[in-house]
């Protein structure tokens, strides 16, 4: 029986790491605007007879291929060799075959420090989020947050965090089974038991054979700054994330 409740919290978790990922093209897009883009261009055609963008690559007919080509080079052509974990291979990989539709948008960034104003001020973020041991524990720390995130990324949530933002990253409501409720969010988890952050801020790992109930919200906590901030303050705090980069911590 123990098995069976273990199995049915674990499904819905696993399904959301399938299919087409956001964070996974995002930290895709990253890597190949950083390693690959110097030679093969933003769009993937400055390289003479390579069209990466098209999704048809004359070297390579699986994903296990593009992943050898990536790892090991081509010899004998300016193709080099790249050292890259495997997770970040596969959101690689991803991100070649979704280069096609991913926007390659332009995003305005403005001045980091009115940013960092906004940001504790007026956009009222640090009531939510951390950035190097300052504001609030309830949402994700940012204090790297210009490390793993593209720019367009970053102005996706501020615009729409209802599509931009994972399911991963939302808040979970359980009820044990001595009928407590339960919201906060999710740190960590592994099969028997899961970390989160409650609503006071507090570090709480539950076992979860003690939970009658367990599902991941489905609203954002996160409002939209479409119309909370001008155009002008967006940028600056895109500018202002852009900087963070976890040095700090
Ligand atoms: C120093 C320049 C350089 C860098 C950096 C580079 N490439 Fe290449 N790449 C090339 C060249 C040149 C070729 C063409 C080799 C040939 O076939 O003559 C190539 C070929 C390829 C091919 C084969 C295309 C096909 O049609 O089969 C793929 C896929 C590829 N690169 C992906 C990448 C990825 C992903 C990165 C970043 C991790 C990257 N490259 C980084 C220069 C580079
Ligand atoms: C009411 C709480 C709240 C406020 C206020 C808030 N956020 Fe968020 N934010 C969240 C939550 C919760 C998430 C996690 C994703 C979700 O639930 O949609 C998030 C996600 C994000 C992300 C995505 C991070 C990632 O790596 O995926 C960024 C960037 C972000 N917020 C920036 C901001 C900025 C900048 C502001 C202020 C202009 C702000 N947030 C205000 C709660 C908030």
């Known amino acids: 029986m123990k098995f069976l409740a273990l199995l049915a919290l674990a499904i819905p978790l696993l399904a959301q790491q399938h299919g087409t990922d956001p964070i996974q093209l995002d930290n895709?897009?990253?890597?190949?605007?950083g390693t690959c883009s110097v030679c093969h261009g933003p769009d993937g055609d400055q390289?003479?007879?390579v069209e990466l963008k098209k999704g048809q690559f004359r070297r390579a007919a699986t994903d296990d291929d593009l992943a050898k080509i990536i790892q090991t080079g081509i010899p004998g052509t300016a193709m080099p060799p790249n050292n890259i974990n495997s997770g970040n291979l596969v959101a690689l990989v991803a991100y070649l075959h979704a280069m096609r539709d991913f926007k390659?948008?332009?995003?305005?960034l403005g001045s980091a420090t009115t940013g960092?104003?906004?940001f504790e001020g007026k956009g009222g973020c640090a009531g939510c989020h951390r950035v190097n041991g300052n504001g609030s524990h309830m949402a994700l720390d940012l204090s790297d947050v210009g490390a793993v995130r593209t720019p367009a990324y970053l102005e996706d949530a501020l615009l729409e965090p209802e599509t931009a933002n994972l399911p991963q990253h939302r808040f979970i409501r359980a009820t044990t089974r001595t009928g407590e409720q339960i919201t906060g969010r999710r740190m960590n988890e592994d099969t028997l038991t899961i970390q989160i952050i409650d609503s006071k801020e507090r570090l709480r790992s539950l076992n979860k054979a003690d939970l009658r109930t367990y599902e991941i919200e489905k609203e954002s906590r996160m409002p939209s700054y479409r119309d909370?901030?001008?155009a002008a303050e967006r940028a600056?705090?895109?500018a202002y994330l852009v900087s963070?980069?976890?040095a700090a911590k």
């Open 244 to 246: 963070l980069k976890g």
């Open 28 to 33: 895709g897009a990253r890597i190949y605007s």
């Open 228 to 230: 909370k901030l001008t």
């Open 104 to 108: 390659t948008k332009k995003v305005t």
């Open 116 to 118: 960092r104003t906004v």
């Open 47 to 49: 390289v003479s007879g």
């Open 236 to 238: 600056d705090v895109i």
